[in-house]
């Protein structure tokens, strides 16, 4: 049985790709939603490249968006460190 969770993304070219959604979570404080997933490329060592974004929701619409802000992306490593302790 294949319990792989995956989604469908909208690349700015248009086309589609489906992607496996690893975890998706929200930080209450400030109110933004993440989703972790992986396209399971794997790098020059081996390890397989995840990709972070936040979720903006309007109505049924979902957007994925960039990570920019220093502050958000060391709490969602400092997450991610958790849960790679917790494995």
């Not at 790709?17 to 060592?45: A, C, G, P």
């Not at 979902?62 to 490593?77: F, G, Q």
């Amino acid at each position: 049985m294949d319990d792989k969770k995956k989604m469908t993304i909208l690349l700015e070219d248009g086309t589609k790709e489906e992607v496996e959604r690893l975890i998706s979570f929200k930080f209450n404080d400030n109110n933004k939603e993440y989703v972790i997933y992986t396209k399971n490329e794997t790098d020059d060592n081996g390890n397989v490249t995840i990709y972070v974004s936040n979720i903006t929701r309007v109505g049924d619409e979902i957007t994925l968006n960039t990570v920019s802000d220093d502050n958000e992306w060391a709490r969602i490593k400092d997450l991610l460190r958790e849960l790679s302790k917790n494995e």
